[in-house]
């Protein structure tokens, strides 16, 4: 498994046997595969043919699988797209002090790194999703829940300090062909036609980017990675038009969710935040990533033009 990150944890197809074993037997005699695709947050490992197993790559990752566990059954009721079922959570052993979760097993596939052209059918499916997931009921219990509470789903404001050291971190990297004076005038712009705090109380997925989605004939077939969703403004959720949709596919997502000027420009901040905080961090360990995100920026500037 290529690490990622400096605290990361051990994990290999082994411990998960192990594991299964301890915590979940009734799944311990079905064959476990690493995944190549796993993501930054989680370890997965193909459970036999139906199931997956996600384990937090670093300390701490315990709060997200628990928090998935407890409110992705609230809203997924609310949801038209598949999205995976969490069958069991296991509990940390064999030195891995995190819990663990045995998913089902969506089929699908990863969309480009890149827009693709015919995008139309795919931006009416995540519109549908977006505008879903932002309407489902949120319980008082998750209004006072801190595990769905996120710094994605607050005020630009909170963040502004983040996006400028990032910015400077991306002036040192060579082959990165941004125009970061551009992503900090689009910034600043979004920043003057915010508000400084946020009354929405809305469900947001939190990561809605290619990699946790699956398309199937160019519709939606899937979402996946609940582990960041949140209770809060809903605006982060945008981004996905600009790394999945092109410009036809990205206005015909924007005209069904009825999103009003100020609000596209919070989208396309956010869009420029996640970019560049994803640069100095993952530049040589997840390239794949760094090249959808830097695509998804030039997008945002040349629309911001």
Known sequence: MTRLHADELAIDAALVRRLLARSLPTYADLPVRPLLASGSTNALFRLGDELLV???RQPGGTAAIEAEARWLPVVAPALSVATPEVVAVGEPAYGYRE???VTTWLDGTTPPASPVTDTDSLADDLARFVAQLRDAAVPDAAREDPAVSSYRAG???AVDVDLREAAELCRAIPDLD???DRVLVVWESALAAAPPAHSAVRWLHGDLFTENLLVH???LAGVLDFGGLAVGDPTVDLVVGWEALDPQGRAAFRRHLRVDD????RGMAWALLVAVLTFPYYWQSMPMRCAARASMARSVLREAS
């Open 54 to 56: 996600r384990l937090p």
């Open 99 to 101: 819990k663990w979760s």
């Open 217 to 219: 004939n160019g519709r």
């Open 262 to 265: 100020a609000t596209w420009l």
């Open 178 to 180: 941004l125009d970061l």
């Open 155 to 157: 005020p630009l404001q």
